[in-house]
């Protein structure tokens, strides 16, 4: 099965939006899949349990690098979690490393600093090659045997897996428009949150390629977060131009870093003296 009749938009979409989307009715049941197994296994084990992400920054109103995340969320909420650990984690992985293809691929197109576009290259190859892998896994895994109960909190996997999404949406900071720095900030806990799932791989996995394939995401990872971080510490002190305020002149609010109309009454804005 292709990443795009299951995707892993069932594990990482009740992991990512299922506080997000309270206001909406919960999917059921489970779309086509190879076998009874899956299937039925879908239906039974429902959504990953306890998930609570209202404090991430997202929305409608998400721009660059934020709405890339928002995007990548939003097309991971779509079906179940199978209940074979294996299975659940390789779709997982690919989805969460079109994120970071995403992302990367914005740094190159926008992106300035020439040590985060090398970076972002860097980080985009190696992660197309790990989801034709991991779907490759994915793919040989469908209609595998149940080995966990993705709505049962207690679950060893489920419960690593909430921890590795609570510890991103943490650290998610606030998007600061400059596509360097939020490309940064946002592939920390990014990559973070890919380690800590490729750890409860090696915890509780059972497909030996598989979990070669985690330990080598968490090598990789680890040392890539300390390269942003390390930017990071080499960029915090670099003074920023101060963006221009443009203020509407009735005094209603609407404002803008640049020229324009008031997107409240339509009047010509004005540059803050």
């Not at 989307?21 to 190879?34: D, H, K, M, R, Y």
């Not at 895994?141 to 943490?170: E, R």
């Not at 963006?243 to 997107?263: F, I, L, R, T």
């Amino acid at each position: 099965m292709k990443l795009s009749a299951f995707s892993f938009a069932a594990l990482a979409g009740a992991l990512l939006l299922g506080s997000c989307n309270s206001n909406q009715p919960a999917e059921t049941g489970a779309t086509a899949a190879t076998g009874a197994t899956t299937t039925d296994t879908a239906a039974s084990h429902g959504d990953m349990a306890g998930m609570d992400h209202s404090s991430m920054n997202h929305g409608a109103s998400a721009t660059g690098m934020m709405a890339l995340m928002h995007s990548m969320m939003e097309q991971m909420n779509a079906e179940k979690p199978a209940g074979n650990i294996d299975h659940d984690f390789a779709h997982m992985m690919m989805a969460h490393h079109q994120g970071a293809v995403d992302m990367s691929a914005l740094e190159l197109k926008e992106g300035k600093d020439p040590t985060l576009r090398a970076m972002a290259e860097k980080i985009s190859a190696d992660q197309k090659k790990e989801i034709r892998d991991l779907e490759a896994i994915a793919t040989r895994l469908d209609g595998a045997p149940t080995n966990y109960k993705p709505a049962d909190p207690t679950d060893p996997f489920t419960s690593a897996m909430k921890s590795s999404m609570d510890v991103m949406m943490k650290d998610m900071g606030t998007s600061s428009g400059n596509v360097d720095q939020d490309y940064a900030m946002l592939m920390v806990p990014h990559h973070q949150s890919a380690v800590d799932m490729a750890k409860a791989e090696l915890a509780h996995g059972r497909d030996t390629k598989l979990k070669e394939m985690a330990q080598q995401m968490i090598t990789a990872q680890q040392k890539e977060i300390q390269q942003f971080k390390d930017w990071q510490a080499k960029n915090a002190s670099k003074p920023k131009a101060e963006a221009a305020v443009y203020e509407c002149p009735m005094g209603d609010g609407g404002q803008s870093n640049a020229p324009g109309q008031c997107p409240k009454c339509g009047m010509n804005l004005e540059k803050k003296a």
